[in-house]
């Protein structure tokens, strides 16, 4: 069986068992980890050991990044500069209409070695444009051969209607689809892909809908993750009928939650509903601000999720600084109307962020027992961080660094399951270039054939 000892590297193991070690080892056996130390002595395994000195280094649980729309990749940037209206209108609607299956599966593939190569293990993918199966495998064809944790949350498209053609609120989520992959490519419910269901939610669909989809959601044990926000709801008092139902409590997922009232959120915090906020992403498009401070004060953490690469950077340290940054501004701002002056202690300490990056997304998909955090017994997940980089070194407080300053830069390796995705600053994938030409190629052609319809118009 394949072992590696990671010796005197500072641990942030993410375990209250555990804590943090300033100089400590983590062993690795097969896909797990079983030893998480001080000093861990081998005896004889010793020689059959790979034995990785992490003398300067930092190793912290792998990265869960709860939201992303993968598919965008080829179109980093193009909407940098749009508000959500501009969002729904120019992607959904457009963009999105001239995806081919191999677009799907380029971007997903790209977009996923991306999260690897900044720190992230497991990646929650969004993907809702999937006109077709095709699309859809193309989609997780990506995700397997990236060799990223996943869960592939499978959604539905959102063109505008053509003459005779429903509008996408009044379309049930394809229940065949589901249980054809279920019987597949992601029967496996432990796999390193997995299935959730990306759906409508009563905010973009009508009741019958939404009822028909948190029902779908229930019976194949399913998690049901959904947006909140962004102009009227579609199905208002939704929300009411469907708790009034009994189906809204655990396994159900709300992205964003900007304009929630404070009851229906205490309703939801009660029954167990788990959140995933993209700050960056939500102050960019016009979401509104985070709920990060509202959940806090509830008891409950949030998930964080980086949303949209054709809006903002994949870094997911960077992502959880801002959702950081602002809630602390937040609570400052609302000290200062309330006491007339700041707080006299900061109000979100820099550990709590890094639990949203991590232990918290291990929670929202239900994986608590295998993932976010470095515990025996857990899959072998991991980053380490090159402290003696000249933007982290000297390191006083080991999770202030990660959480504060660390970035794609000081990412100097990522395992998965006990395989180095990633060693000496380099991702350990063949062929990236030629990937990388895949990606550009897409990215001109989707761009050229909107444009190209936008004239013919």
Same mark, same amino acid.
């Given at each position: 069986?394949?072992?590696?000892?990671?010796?005197?590297?500072?641990?942030?193991?993410?375990?209250?068992?555990?804590? /943090?070690?300033?100089?400590?080892?983590?062993?690795?056996?097969?896909?797990?980890?079983?030893?998480?130390?001080p000093s861990i002595d081998l005896g004889s395994g010793a020689s059959e050991t790979e034995i990785v000195d992490g003398t300067g280094r930092i190793v912290i649980p792998g990265l869960i990044n709860a939201h992303m729309h993968t598919w965008q990749t080829a179109l980093r940037g193009y909407a940098a500069n749009w508000t959500l209206l501009e969002?729904?209108?120019?992607?959904?609607?457009?963009?999105a209409t001239v995806f081919r299956p191999d677009d799907i599966y380029i971007a997903t593939l790209a977009g996923a070695l991306n999260q690897?190569?900044?720190?992230?293990?497991?990646?929650? #993918?969004?993907?809702?444009?999937?006109?077709?199966?095709?699309?859809?495998?193309?989609?997780?064809r990506g995700l397997i051969e990236s060799g990223i944790r996943a869960a592939f949350f499978h959604g539905s498209p959102k063109p505008e209607p053509k003459p005779g053609e429903p509008h996408f609120s009044e379309i049930p989520h394809p229940r065949r689809e589901v249980e054809r992959?279920?019987?597949?490519?992601?029967?496996?419910? #432990?796999?390193?892909?997995?299935?959730?269901?990306?759906?409508?939610?009563?905010?973009?669909?009508?009741? #019958?809908?939404?009822?028909?989809?948190?029902?779908?959601?229930?019976?194949?044990?399913?998690?049901?993750?959904?947006?909140?926000?962004?102009?009227?709801?579609?199905?208002?008092g939704g929300w009411e009928k469907l708790i009034e139902a009994g189906l809204v409590g655990a396994g159900i997922n709300i992205v964003h939650g900007n304009d929630l009232p404070d009851d229906l959120l205490d309703k939801m915090v009660g029954l167990g509903v788990s959140f995933s906020v993209t700050p960056e992403n939500e102050m960019i498009q016009g979401h509104g601000f985070p709920i990060t401070g509202r959940l806090l004060k509830r008891g409950v953490r949030p998930t964080i999720g980086i949303d949209l690469e054709s809006v903002l950077a994949g870094d997911l340290f960077s992502v959880a600084r801002v959702a950081l940054s602002m809630q602390r501004a937040l609570d400052n701002a609302e000290s200062r109307t309330v006491?007339?002056?700041?707080?006299?202690?900061?109000?979100?300490?820099?550990?709590?962020?890094?639990?949203?990056?991590?232990?918290?997304?291990?929670?929202?998909?239900?994986?608590?027992?295998?993932?976010?955090?470095?515990?025996?017994?857990?899959?072998? /997940?991991?980053?380490?961080?090159?402290?003696?980089?000249?933007?982290?070194f000297p390191v006083h407080d080991p999770v202030a660094t990660v959480v504060m300053q660390t970035s794609l830069a000081n990412v100097e390796a990522v395992m998965i399951g006990g395989t180095w995705k990633k060693r000496d600053g380099r991702?350990?994938?063949?062929?990236?270039?030629?990937?990388?030409d895949l990606l550009a190629q897409s990215g001109r052609r989707l761009v050229q054939d909107i444009e190209r319809q936008g004239r013919a118009a």
């Open positions: 069986m394949r072992r590696t000892l990671i010796k005197s590297a500072v641990i942030i193991s993410m375990d209250e068992a555990i804590g /943090d070690l300033n100089a400590g080892d983590v062993l690795v056996e097969g896909s797990r980890i079983v030893d998480v130390r969002y729904f209108r120019r992607m959904h609607a457009g963009l690897i190569n900044c720190g992230t293990t497991t990646l929650v #993918d969004w993907c809702h444009n999937n006109p077709t199966p095709d699309h859809t495998d193309a989609a997780v992959l279920l019987a597949g490519p992601l029967a496996d419910r #432990d796999g390193l892909v997995t299935l959730g269901l990306a759906i409508l939610g009563p905010h973009y669909s009508t009741l #019958d809908v939404a009822m028909h989809d948190f029902r779908l959601a229930r019976e194949l044990k399913l998690i049901a993750s959904m947006h909140q926000g962004g102009g009227p709801a579609k199905t208002p006491n007339g002056t700041i707080p006299a202690t900061t109000t979100v300490p820099v550990r709590e962020a890094l639990r949203w990056i991590t232990t918290e997304g291990a929670r929202m998909l239900g994986r608590e027992g295998q993932i976010g955090s470095l515990t025996p017994g857990k899959l072998a /997940d991991l980053v380490v961080i090159n402290a003696s980089d000249l933007n982290l991702l350990l994938v063949e062929g990236l270039e030629t990937k990388k």
